[in-house]
Nanobody
Framework: QVQLVESGGGLVQPGGSLRLACVYSGTIFTFNNMGWYRQAPGKARELVAHITTAGATNYADSVKSRFTISRDRALNTLYLQMNSLKSEDTAVYYC?????????WGQGTQVTVSS
């Protein structure tokens, strides 16, 4: 069964932190590079961080040095530690394979950064 379940979002003040988690099932995720995507209102979905099967990471310039992606293979879980959050980080966050499997998007988790 192929499934992605994101959690950990919420309302946070500018400068705050959140940790997102994504539990995934299915070999199309287990043995592939994984990433966190986000979609802000009125904007296209974008890849903000990804991690390879070897553990190498890469980030969009907009989140570099503030976000950290990690992966627990034993738990089939992907994480995104988000620090120094800004209002422009407000979006629905999703996880998926990189490149994304278009038929397997989860429900996402809403992150709202506001005072």
């Amino acid at each position: 069964q192929v499934q992605l379940v994101e959690s950990g979002g919420g309302l946070v003040q500018p400068g705050g932190s959140l940790r997102l988690a994504c539990v995934y099932s299915g070999t199309i995720f287990t043995f592939n590079n994984m990433g966190w995507y986000r979609q802000a209102p009125g904007k296209a979905r974008e890849l903000v961080a990804h991690i390879t099967t070897a553990g190498a990471t890469n980030y969009a310039d907009s989140v570099k040095s503030r976000f950290t992606i990690s992966r627990d293979r034993a738990l089939n879980t992907l994480y995104l530690q988000m620090n120094s959050l800004k209002s422009e980080d407000t979006a629905v966050y999703y996880c998926n394979r990189v490149p994304a499997n278009p038929w397997s998007w989860g429900q996402g988790t809403q992150v709202t950064v506001s005072s």
